[in-house]
């Protein structure tokens, strides 16, 4: 288990100081697929460089199974980094070397033999599914397959937790979305911890157990995924989850009707025929305010607001909804 | 000035010159400048490390007076014309082999002038390497030395390469300048022919060699450089 706590981070720089993180207090279970999410500059990669003290922190702790890193001496904190590896957007990789060698990078450091280091490499890149590229180098390599070949080096000393800051930005979707399976087949498989790091909800969504929001180097909210979906409570999280948040925001202050918010994270229908459903079954006739769903295979998400003439009306549509599953309906109250 | 070099007289004796005295001469600027380039590389690399990893936020920091000591030594080496170098560290020479005339004696003063320009290019070829690749290796757990062995130098041995070839022409033009202090080879052949004898067609034949020679190592290190770097798609 990592714990971190009450961890600030202020940099001082001629210009002024920088508070990139402010109090941040989290604590991730052994095994677990935790995100890290918030926009550029909310602090994220200094929260990892925290987590394997490439940066000191200014004040807090960071834990890891219960062993203070900072207590560490020089040379047991380059032994504890074998355990806390770590995956960057831009890879990483040593240019000069083949891509076996890049596996057995890390290898070479803990003064491993060369041949038992080669068939470990061997069997990582195996498992990427990079046999054949073994003797390649990264620049002949695409991106998905560079960030591969930096996977494979990741896990060359069975670590317990994999760091990736920003991993698949620099990918595109769908390259993204296989770099994603691998490191949930990683996590299922190795029981490795995984922190991601990323601004793109559709990362934290497809991958993580937990999330953790940060803004402005605070963490605004954490808990489960799909709490965190259904019932974004902060503003930085409504922010990440429904970008187009600030007009519904809007169509409520400007109205004196009723309104409820419908939250959909996964459920088994789409959005016309669950309203149109309503207005047949129990006569109440929604009007959509407002709406931002998307549908990922026959499934639905994002958030509708609907609103009624009549609280009457809101209360039994909320009361419909409620009982479709992977459907949240919560009242809306103006000025929120 | 000219006039006279192409009569059969001048080219009869340049010729005799040059079979007489080209093949050493040759010889002698080969090796003082392979000798004196490989000296200064044995100097200059390691305080081109030095100077690319010992900053305040650098992978190795030093203290800041030995920073500002080392960039001192260089930036005042560099910045004295060769011709006066060589006066200047006639003592050292003479500490050093014992005399401070001839071809071999003539390799120290182009080794003090070199190492600091080897030294600098050294830093600039180091301080290419991507930052993130540096603190990736940090992340796992290299120490400073592991950086600097298995990270810094690899992965800037191309431009190493290239800037090692430009540091090696340098210092075969600067051999050409010590025939003036005793130094032997291809510079002195042309300050003497040319300059003291007016045989301007042994010194045109000499220099012409010595192009030829910074044409050959230039091709050779261009070549090599290409060769090595693993960026280059194949
Ligand atoms: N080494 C540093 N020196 C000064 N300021 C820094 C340094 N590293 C990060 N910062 C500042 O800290 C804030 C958070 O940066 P960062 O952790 O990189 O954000 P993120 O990864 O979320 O985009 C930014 O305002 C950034 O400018
Ligand atoms: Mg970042």
Redesign the pocket.
């Given at each position: 288990m990592i714990e971190i706590r009450h961890l600030s981070k202020t940099?001082l720089?001629p210009e002024g100081e920088?508070k990139?993180l402010r109090d941040v207090s989290l604590s991730i279970q052994t095994g677990d697929i935790f995100g890290i999410i918030?926009m550029?500059?909310?602090?994220?990669?200094?929260?990892v460089r925290c987590i394997n003290r490439l940066e000191k922190p200014s004040e807090g702790q960071v834990l890891m199974d219960g062993v203070d890193l900072a207590r560490l001496s020089q040379e047991e904190l380059r032994k504890k980094r074998r355990e806390i590896t770590m995956i960057f957007q831009g890879f990483n990789l040593l240019m000069q070397r083949s891509c076996l060698k890049n596996v057995c990078f890390p290898l070479e450091l803990t003064g491993e033999s060369s041949a038992a280091a080669r068939q470990r490499s061997l069997e990582l890149l195996d498992l990427v599914g990079l046999a054949d590229k073994a003797q390649s180098f990264p620049a002949q390599l695409s991106g998905g397959q560079q960030q591969r070949v930096a996977i494979a080096r990741a896990l060359a000393t069975e670590p317990k937790v994999l760091l990736c800051d920003e991993a698949t930005s620099a990918l595109d979707p769908l390259t993204t979305h296989s770099i994603l399976s691998l490191i949930r087949d990683i996590n299922e498989k190795l029981g490795i911890t995984v922190i991601i790091i990323t601004h793109q909800m559709s990362v934290v969504e497809s991958i993580c157990r937990h999330v953790a929001i940060?803004d402005q180097g605070r963490v605004a909210e954490q808990g489960d995924v799909s709490e965190i979906f259904a019932r974004p409570a902060s503003a930085a999280a409504r922010r990440l989850v429904f970008p187009e948040g600030e007009a519904e925001s809007s169509v409520i202050a400007t109205d004196d009707r009723h309104f409820i918010r419908v939250v959909f994270h996964g459920a088994k229908a789409t959005a016309t025929p669950l309203i149109a459903q309503m207005a047949l079954e129990k006569g109440i006739m929604a009007n959509i305010a407002y709406a931002s769903t998307r549908s990922l295979a026959d499934k639905m998400f994002g958030s509708m607001l609907l609103s009624f003439p009549e609280q009457d009306q809101a209360r039994r549509a909320m009361a419909y909804m409620t009982q479709i599953p992977d459907v949240i309906a919560e009242e809306v109250n103006r000025h929120v | 000035m000219f006039k006279n070099i192409f009569n059969a007289e001048m080219a009869a004796e340049a010729w005799d010159v040059i079979i007489s005295q080209f093949p050493l001469a040759f010889w002698e600027t080969l090796y003082v400048t392979l000798l004196a380039s490989l000296f200064a590389f044995l100097l200059g690399l390691p305080l081109g490390v030095l100077l690319a990893v010992g900053g305040k936020k650098g992978i190795l920091p030093l203290p800041a007076w030995l920073m500002k000591l080392l960039n001192g030594v260089v930036n005042l080496l560099r910045s004295v014309p060769f011709l006066i170098l060589m006066i200047m560290v006639i003592p050292l020479t003479r500490l050093l082999i014992g005399t401070s005339v001839g071809t071999f004696a003539s390799i120290v003063p182009l080794v003090i002038a070199a190492f600091p320009f080897v030294a600098r290019l050294a830093e600039s070829s180091f301080r290419e390497v991507d930052p993130n690749t540096l603190e990736m290796a940090q992340s796992m757990g290299a120490s400073p030395m592991q950086i600097i062995a298995k990270v810094l130098i690899p992965e800037s041995i191309p431009s190493l390469i290239s800037n090692g070839t430009i540091a090696v022409t340098t210092i075969l033009g600067y051999s050409a300048m010590s025939g003036i202090i005793g130094g032997g080879g291809l510079g002195k052949i042309a300050i003497n022919y040319g300059y003291y004898r007016y045989r301007y067609l042994v010194m045109l034949c000499a220099v012409l060699l010595l192009i030829l020679l910074v044409q050959l190592f230039q091709s050779l290190g261009t070549r090599l450089a290409a060769r090595a770097d693993k960026r280059l798609k194949r």
């Amino acid at each position: 288990m990592i714990e971190i706590r009450h961890l600030s981070k202020t940099f001082l720089s001629p210009e002024g100081e920088t508070k990139a993180l402010r109090d941040v207090s989290l604590s991730i279970q052994t095994g677990d697929i935790f995100g890290i999410i918030g926009m550029s500059g909310a602090g994220k990669s200094t929260l990892v460089r925290c987590i394997n003290r490439l940066e000191k922190p200014s004040e807090g702790q960071v834990l890891m199974d219960g062993v203070d890193l900072a207590r560490l001496s020089q040379e047991e904190l380059r032994k504890k980094r074998r355990e806390i590896t770590m995956i960057f957007q831009g890879f990483n990789l040593l240019m000069q070397r083949s891509c076996l060698k890049n596996v057995c990078f890390p290898l070479e450091l803990t003064g491993e033999s060369s041949a038992a280091a080669r068939q470990r490499s061997l069997e990582l890149l195996d498992l990427v599914g990079l046999a054949d590229k073994a003797q390649s180098f990264p620049a002949q390599l695409s991106g998905g397959q560079q960030q591969r070949v930096a996977i494979a080096r990741a896990l060359a000393t069975e670590p317990k937790v994999l760091l990736c800051d920003e991993a698949t930005s620099a990918l595109d979707p769908l390259t993204t979305h296989s770099i994603l399976s691998l490191i949930r087949d990683i996590n299922e498989k190795l029981g490795i911890t995984v922190i991601i790091i990323t601004h793109q909800m559709s990362v934290v969504e497809s991958i993580c157990r937990h999330v953790a929001i940060l803004d402005q180097g605070r963490v605004a909210e954490q808990g489960d995924v799909s709490e965190i979906f259904a019932r974004p409570a902060s503003a930085a999280a409504r922010r990440l989850v429904f970008p187009e948040g600030e007009a519904e925001s809007s169509v409520i202050a400007t109205d004196d009707r009723h309104f409820i918010r419908v939250v959909f994270h996964g459920a088994k229908a789409t959005a016309t025929p669950l309203i149109a459903q309503m207005a047949l079954e129990k006569g109440i006739m929604a009007n959509i305010a407002y709406a931002s769903t998307r549908s990922l295979a026959d499934k639905m998400f994002g958030s509708m607001l609907l609103s009624f003439p009549e609280q009457d009306q809101a209360r039994r549509a909320m009361a419909y909804m409620t009982q479709i599953p992977d459907v949240i309906a919560e009242e809306v109250n103006r000025h929120v | 000035m000219f006039k006279n070099i192409f009569n059969a007289e001048m080219a009869a004796e340049a010729w005799d010159v040059i079979i007489s005295q080209f093949p050493l001469a040759f010889w002698e600027t080969l090796y003082v400048t392979l000798l004196a380039s490989l000296f200064a590389f044995l100097l200059g690399l390691p305080l081109g490390v030095l100077l690319a990893v010992g900053g305040k936020k650098g992978i190795l920091p030093l203290p800041a007076w030995l920073m500002k000591l080392l960039n001192g030594v260089v930036n005042l080496l560099r910045s004295v014309p060769f011709l006066i170098l060589m006066i200047m560290v006639i003592p050292l020479t003479r500490l050093l082999i014992g005399t401070s005339v001839g071809t071999f004696a003539s390799i120290v003063p182009l080794v003090i002038a070199a190492f600091p320009f080897v030294a600098r290019l050294a830093e600039s070829s180091f301080r290419e390497v991507d930052p993130n690749t540096l603190e990736m290796a940090q992340s796992m757990g290299a120490s400073p030395m592991q950086i600097i062995a298995k990270v810094l130098i690899p992965e800037s041995i191309p431009s190493l390469i290239s800037n090692g070839t430009i540091a090696v022409t340098t210092i075969l033009g600067y051999s050409a300048m010590s025939g003036i202090i005793g130094g032997g080879g291809l510079g002195k052949i042309a300050i003497n022919y040319g300059y003291y004898r007016y045989r301007y067609l042994v010194m045109l034949c000499a220099v012409l060699l010595l192009i030829l020679l910074v044409q050959l190592f230039q091709s050779l290190g261009t070549r090599l450089a290409a060769r090595a770097d693993k960026r280059l798609k194949r």
